[in-house]
């Protein structure tokens, strides 16, 4: 299953990595963020606001690490969007490293034989009699809905416009939906992932918005539809609305 354990996976390397591209060739600024790392760890450096932008921009940037480069561009996603809690960061990049790969989005576990291709049939699955599946369903309702209404809302959009498919209102729901069912169930409070489901549903309409933008800039930046300008001024009107 998806763990928030994305920033345990960062190397010295990836921090070396950092710090060479925020520092441009200067030794003092190498030497400055050298002694930041040491005093107060990783996350000084991580949380450089430069960071993101010199991950793109510089030639270095595609030596980082899949894990480094996910967990930078969705901390600081969230970070613009008032979100600072580094426990969902964690989390959020995790699925994106995770789903990035092959077909995973599509089952419960690298190993699970079953393809899940619609929300719906996630859904229906909930109360698996068999506990340990029951709870990964509902965990996978939840990443799933997120990663396809986060990274990929363009098509969403398209669909409903389209051929009447549900619209990202449907997939917040359903996504919601999953980590509060996630967060009920007893493997949840045995393991202390509760608290972690329990935001995830709560702030889930955010969490979407921080992947809109990544994939808006970084993924997909050469599309100029109607319906992304009509998603991202009504996002901009919620989000504006809400705080």
Known sequence: MILANTRQHLTRNDAQLAMRILAHGSDSELSELEARLSNDGIDAVLD?????MALVKSSSGVHASFPLFAYVMVRHALRRLGEGDRLLADYLAAIVVH???RDRSHRLAESDDQIYAALVDLYNDVNDPDARRSFLVRTHLGNYALWLSGIFPDHVEQRR????GPHLGYYEEMGRRGFQLAAEHRLAEEHGLAPLYAAAADRFGLLRLALNSLSDWLFFPNVHTPERLMRQVSDETRWKLAS
């Open 48 to 52: 450089d606001p430069r960071l993101p």
């Open 99 to 101: 789903f990035g790969v």
């Open 161 to 164: 416009w389209n051929r009447g």
